[in-house]
């Protein structure tokens, strides 16, 4: 039997102004799966992402297990089961830890417990006004404010941008968890190491174009291709 992918994208183009800064974007990913985007500054991986939840208007399709997502606004993407992290860390400073969690997953009496194991450093800050954590913490509970909605496609921008490491392997060994339990992940990073230690392939961009992909051998040493993408 064969099975839709989680996420499906053909034929991604978008634009600021007249400028057109992705070309023909196509992806997809199955449900368990991690893929990353890897490419220069300004190479397309956030648009691309801003694309698919539907904060940057884009032509081509979009398909979200099957269903079309294309004209959607972001709030009924993200209804249908598709996550986003942003690049700049989003968390309301003025709540609690607890009450930013309420606030992804929509409601007061949501089940705490597996975000905490996912984050055990959370666990005992709870109470605490978000605007208090530090950066790597804050960058964890963003995170599993957008995991709080239960998605089944989780999209997040250069996760581990500015972590200590610490605070990258939390964040590698989330996402290894969340691949076991079936949740597709795309995400954009510049980190060789942790695109190497947490995806299953590197989509290569580079001018807003795919033009390759890379098996997580080829990134620790970088291959050619990759040395060349990433301007190495
Ligand atoms: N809001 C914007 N307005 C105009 N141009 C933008 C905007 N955001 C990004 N760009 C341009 O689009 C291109 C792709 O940017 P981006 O998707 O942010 O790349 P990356 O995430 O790979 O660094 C770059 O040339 C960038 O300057
Ligand atoms: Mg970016």
Redesign the pocket.
């Known amino acids: 039997m064969s099975q839709a992918p989680a996420l499906r994208a053909t034929a991604l183009s978008a634009f600021?102004?007249r400028?057109q800064?992705l070309f023909d974007v196509g992806l997809q990913i199955a449900a368990g799966e991690v893929l990353a985007l890897i490419?220069?500054?300004?190479?397309?991986?956030?648009?691309?992402l801003?694309a698919l939840i539907g904060l940057t208007a884009a032509r081509g399709t979009i398909q979200l297990d099957g269903r079309p997502l294309a004209g959607l606004p972001a709030y009924r993407r993200a209804r249908m089961g598709l996550g986003y992290v942003p690049e700049e860390r989003r968390v309301f400073a003025d709540l609690t830890v607890r009450e930013n969690l309420a606030l992804g997953a929509g409601r007061r009496d949501f089940d705490l417990a597996p975000l905490m194991q996912l984050f055990a450093p959370l666990r005992d800050l709870l109470d605490r006004s978000a605007g208090q954590l530090s950066g790597g913490e804050q960058q964890m509970l963003a995170v599993a404010r957008t995991l709080a909605a239960r998605p089944r496609v989780l999209l997040l921008?250069e996760p581990s941008e500015g972590m200590a490491p610490l605070v990258t392997a939390a964040l590698a060994a989330a996402i290894a968890a969340l691949r076991a339990q079936g949740t597709a992940v795309l995400m954009?990073e510049q980190n060789l190491q942790f695109v190497a230690r947490v995806a299953d392939r590197a989509l290569l961009?580079e001018h807003?174009r795919v033009v390759g992909s890379a098996a997580p051998t080829e990134l620790l040493p970088p291959s050619d291709a990759v040395r060349s993408v990433l301007g190495l």
């Open positions: 600021y102004g400028a800064v490419g220069r500054h300004g190479a397309g991986k956030s648009t691309t801003k921008d954009s961009l807003g």
